[in-house]
């Protein structure tokens, strides 16, 4: 059973950079596909980005395509999340998950496998 662990959340103003980290125990994600959603309260969690098992292929939504990248070191057992250019719209508890089938990029929950507890990511103006 994997278990998926975020870190990295916090406190920034708007135009600043955070990197979340997104680590895996019990098992290694090497194989897996893996995704970063986000959601803020009274809304529906919304994908954000997702990479297939290499790395060699990402997909973000429209919303953070061109600022966020995500990528990740399978020798750490670990993805990530790079936020640039941060806007108040980007507040929200950011999830990472594990989809087994790793060449599948995808943004809909539902090919989803294990998911983290989350990490708030608050953008001040």
């Known amino acids: 059973q994997v278990q998926l662990v975020e870190s990295g959340g916090g406190l920034v103003q708007v135009g600043d950079s955070l990197r979340l980290s997104c680590a895996a125990s019990?098992?290694?994600?090497?194989?897996?596909?893996m995704g970063w959603f986000r959601q803020t309260p009274g809304k529906e969690r919304e994908f954000v980005a997702a990479?297939?098992?290499?790395?060699?292929?990402?997909y973000y939504s429209d919303s953070v395509k061109d600022r966020f990248t995500m990528t990740r070191d399978n020798a750490r057992n670990t993805v990530y999340l790079q936020m640039n250019s941060l806007k108040p719209e980007d507040t929200a508890v950011y999830y990472c998950?594990?989809?087994?089938?790793?060449?599948?990029?995808?943004?809909?929950?539902?090919?989803?496998?294990?998911w983290g507890q989350g990490t708030q990511v608050t953008v001040s103006s």
């Open positions: 998950a594990a989809n087994q089938r790793g060449s599948v990029v995808a943004a809909q929950e539902s090919w989803y496998d294990y």
């Open positions: 019990g098992g290694t994600i090497s194989s897996y596909a």
């Open positions: 990479i297939n098992w290499s790395g060699e292929s990402q």
